[in-house]
């Protein structure tokens, strides 16, 4: 083996020398005749060239084709870039949709606040929830309006369906709203169209049930909650949802606020009761004047006459 492998060898060497010698020799013999500035050997470049370059197009097909793939390679590079700004820009106009639903959701309650029919008679104050603090053991949400704003405790709160709470707890700029689901939460209600007085008792779920003093017979579900103004705590005729019946039969109320979604609540100010200027005929026994005492002396000589 390695005889063979050194005769290879020794042969091999001649051979690229001639080879080379060869190629050195044809490159110099047609450097020297492109360099000659004669008739005829122009003549001869031109016909070497007519015959050479048309058969020479195969040689060109691999330049063509890198050339090719170099402006590909741009305009796949190009294009990336663009899918790149693309990109960035679809993510632009989906934080803008959700900016824009949000804006809308917002606008929609606000609508449905402004669309809440009430009493004449009542005004309000609408506020932003900042927080909800509820808990297991309690249900409360934070509003963005206190005292500053004439916000009083007790005032009722609704959102733009039905009524929500109320006012238990104001600072300067914030009030808390204890809302029906609490289990320390009681309101007198009305029941229509059957017209049952009940009290509605929270317990910290999102259907309370409703205590009835009456005729439960006359209470169906699907009747109509509304608040009484008995006890003058909350103003009537306030929606606060319908009758359901539980599992196990009791009567509960469907409330019509959506608890899921506070953002903004109304305020309800509750008008005052009127202040007593005077006594009128009503006059205290210890008011009557020393003068117009009956005395003694009057009433004896009143019996004896």
């Known amino acids: 083996m390695a005889r063979e ?42 016909a070497m060239v007519d015959k050479i370059v048309p058969s020479f197009d195969w040689a060109l097909v691999p330049v063509t084709r890198v050339t090719r793939m170099v402006d590909d390679f741009q305009s796949y590079s190009r294009i990336y870039e663009q899918n790149q700004e693309l990109r960035r820009e679809l993510q632009q106009l989906k934080s ?30 609408t506020g932003v929830v900042l927080t909800d603090n509820g808990s297991p053991f309690r249900r409360s949400v934070l509003l963005n309006v206190g005292a500053r704003d004439g916000v009083q405790d007790g005032w009722a709160t609704m959102d733009g369906l ?33 017209g049952q007085k009940a009290l509605l008792v929270g317990d910290n779920t999102l259907a309370p049930p409703v205590d009835i003093a009456d005729n439960l017979e006359d209470v169906r ?23 359901a019946q539980g599992p196990n039969g009791r009567l509960r ?35 009557i004047p020393v003068s117009e005492a009956p005395t003694e002396t009057a009433t004896g000589e009143a019996s004896d006459g």
């Open 5 to 46: 492998r050194r005769g290879q060898e020794d042969y091999g060497r001649p051979v690229r020398r001639v080879l080379i010698g060869v190629l050195v020799v044809a490159l110099l013999t047609v450097f020297g005749i492109w360099r000659i500035d004669n008739p005829r050997v122009e003549r001869f470049r031109a």
């Open 221 to 243: 579900p699907g009747d109509r909650v509304v608040t009484s103004g008995d006890g003058k705590v909350f103003p009537a005729d306030v929606l606060v949802g319908q009758i």
């Open 96 to 125: 803008w949709r959700e900016a824009a639903l949000q804006l809308e959701q917002e606008n929609a309650r606000l609508l449905d606040l402004n669309k809440v029919r009430l009493n004449a008679n009542l005004t309000y104050v």
């Open 162 to 194: 039905g009524l929500v709470g109320r006012i238990s707890g104001v600072g300067d700029r914030t009030s808390r709203v204890i809302l029906l689901t609490d289990s320390n939460s009681r309101v007198p209600v009305n029941i229509q169209p059957s």
């Open 253 to 287: 109320v469907k409330l019509a606020a959506d608890y899921g979604r506070l953002e903004f609540l109304r305020v309800l100010r509750n008008p005052e009761a009127p202040a007593i200027a005077s006594t009128g005929n009503l006059i205290a026994p210890d008011e």
